[in-house]
């Protein structure tokens, strides 16, 4: 009987141990299936890079023989060229993986002929990662030169151009250590295919590639009119025009650079697009438009969808908020006649606008990672006005005053001449410039902009520092926190600076206790 009983007793054990062996694997296979699906959501779809030839590359040598697709990421094997009739290349062999990110199609070209064909569809997806995503669609253009007109370059002059390349990168680009690139090694690399090029635009693509490495939007190259980039970045804009047509009262577009709109508890709303010397006139609109506040409005102006252009058209408009000149930023330029290999730094320095009235009232920027270049510049004036607040997510962080290189074959390179800092000599390529606030645009679909509402309980001294809808003793608590903090302090935060003075004291106190159960 002991026997039975202690068999029983083992089954019975052995069925509890059972049971509970299962539970953990049911669990532990949850958690799989969990972890796999929060790290396929986490995974970006692939995009491509780079192809060879541009899109919308117009001139193209009618002998090229392949077109070369480069992804950001590592792909499968499975690919998805789309397009059909006259305007698709004619396929003259089967595509061939050359990396696991680069792949290659053989293909016959015309002289003289436009063609279309798209990576991916949304109905034709094969090109995807090894994560199983599909890769974003990319369509493809470009039209190939007549025939007879393109140049032929002899290696000679491509063994010459080539070392003049060489030189203005060690000599003249400003931010050729910032990556710590290994630069001979990258000449060796391209070396002999920049020698073999038959002609200035295939040289200009070649090159291009090249010097994709640096990660530089401001290096390109140019064969007569046609423009080669080497770098193009990718970024998530904390901006949506419908998003703001939604939020902001009265929206209206004023043109294509300059919308404006005013909300009925009154902050005023204007948006400058871009600061491209083509648009000048258009810009004008956004100046008058600041010239026409009274002294009593606070002003909402967003700068979202700017990526920079002409740093004067910007400094007019920045120089309306400031009454005596104030530097705003730094530069030194790359000079290798210097032991440092730079110049002495220099500064910029904004003036007031002339013949124009001026705005003091209390300003709120938007900003975020679309800005660049001229318009992280404008960020940089903009800080200095003392009626000024920053408002949204980090800048993108690359400025360069570009100059030319000649290059004996005819191409010309472009490359950074400058380091530019900000007016504490706080370099920011690659890193971009903080807000004073920060405000992430979420992912989700939301109804109304963030920023712009950050922005009114900003302006309207609404101090809901904890967010849950009320002012009461949990946003009074983190008021004393900061309370005696001036904006030089570390830990300052702007949006308890109630009045915007520069200082977190009674004034503000007394602006929290009249919000306070609301």
Known sequence: MGRLIFGEAMNQGQEEHLHRALIVRRTLLCLWFFIGFVTVDAQ???????????????????????????????????????????????????????????????????PNHAYWLSINSDRHQNFRGINGLPAVPYPIS??????????????????????????????????????????????????????????????????????????????????????????????????????????????????????????????????IGTWRRERAEDIEAAGAYIDGLAPDDTLILDVRFNSGGAEQLAREIAGRFVEHPVVYAQHRFRDPSMPSGFSEIMTRTLNPTPSVPGFRGRTVVLMGPVNVSSCEAFLLMM??????????????????????????????????????????????????????????????????????????????????????????????????????????DKGYDARYDLDGDGTIGFGDFLIFANAFGK
Request: glycine residues 8%; contains cysteine.
């Open 44 to 110: 970006e779809r692939p995009r491509v890079v780079r192809t060879s030839p541009e899109n919308g590359a117009m001139s193209v040598d009618p002998a090229t023989n392949e077109l070369r697709v480069t992804f950001d990421q590592p792909m499968a094997t499975g690919v998805s060229f789309v397009g059909g009739g006259p305007t698709a290349p004619e396929v003259v062999g089967r595509p061939q993986w050359i990396s696991n990110t680069t792949i290659v199609l053989p293909i016959r070209l015309k």
């Open 142 to 271: 470009f039209r190939t030169a007549p025939s007879g007109i393109v140049d032929s370059l002899s290696q000679e002059l491509n063994r010459e151009s080539l070392t003049q390349l060489r030189s203005a990168i060690e000599d003249r680009y400003s931010h050729r250590d910032l990556r710590s690139v290994d630069w001979d090694a990258r000449f060796d690399e391209f070396e002999s295919r920049l020698i073999d090029a038959k002609t200035r635009a295939q040289f200009a693509t070649l090159a291009g590639q090249l010097l994709e490495i640096a990660r530089d939007i401001h290096i390109w190259l140019k064969v007569g009119d046609e423009t080669f980039a080497s770098f193009r970045r990718s970024i998530s804009p904390n901006v949506d025009l419908d998003l703001i047509k939604k939020t902001v009262s009265g929206f209206r577009s004023v043109n294509d650079v300059v919308a404006t709109g005013r909300f009925q508890d009154g902050p005023v709303y204007l948006l």
């Open 383 to 488: 800080k200095q006005v003392s009626q000024c607040t920053l408002v949204g997510e980090k800048s993108y962080g690359s400025s360069g005053n570009p100059q030319p290189v000649s290059l004996s074959n005819g191409v010309t390179v472009f490359l950074p001449s400058w380091v530019a800092f900000t007016s504490d000599g706080d370099p920011f390529e690659g890193k971009g410039l903080s807000p004073d606030i920060h405000v992430a645009f979420p992912d989700e679909a939301v109804d109304e902009d963030p920023l712009i509402n950050a922005a009114l309980d900003f302006l309207l001294a609404r101090p809901d520092f904890s967010g849950d809808g009320r002012v009461d003793f949990t946003d009074f608590l983190l008021f004393v926190q900061q309370f005696g903090l001036s904006q030089d």
